[in-house]
Nanobody
Framework: QVQLVESGGGLVQPGGSLRLSCEASGIIFSNYDMYWYRQASGKGREWVATSTRDGNTNFANSVKGRFTISRDNAKNTVYLQMNSLKSEDTAVYYC?????????WGQGTQVMVSS
């Protein structure tokens, strides 16, 4: 059974930082591209960042220069380091594992940026 479990969300003030984690089980993690998405209340799900199995990374323009993505294949975990957070970063953050037609999602972790 494949599971992706996100953690690290919470309430943070504007300008603050958070690090999200997503731990996978039931897959050969190093074979998968890993993604972070987010969904703000009343809006559609938005792609945030990618970490490919080949070691490449990509970011949405809205987070470029503020967020970094990294992975630890030994721990089956992908991270999203979020700095200089803004109110518009408030959302539920989801991780996704993808390899070919196989796609798995986590349950999400809430991030709220507010003073």
């Amino acid at each position: 059974q494949v599971q992706l479990v996100e953690s690290g969300g919470g309430l943070v003030q504007p300008g603050g930082s958070l690090r999200l984690s997503c731990e996978a089980s039931g897959i050969i993690f190093s074979n998968y591209d890993m993604y972070w998405y987010r969904q703000a209340s009343g809006k559609g799900r938005e792609w945030v960042a990618t970490s490919t199995r080949d070691g490449n990374t990509n970011f949405a323009n809205s987070v470029k220069g503020r967020f970094t993505i990294s992975r630890d294949n030994a721990k089956n975990t992908v991270y999203l380091q979020m700095n200089s957070l803004k109110s518009e970063d408030t959302a539920v953050y989801y991780c996704k594992a993808c390899r070919g037609p196989n796609e798995y999602w986590g349950q999400g972790t809430q991030v709220m940026v507010s003073s």
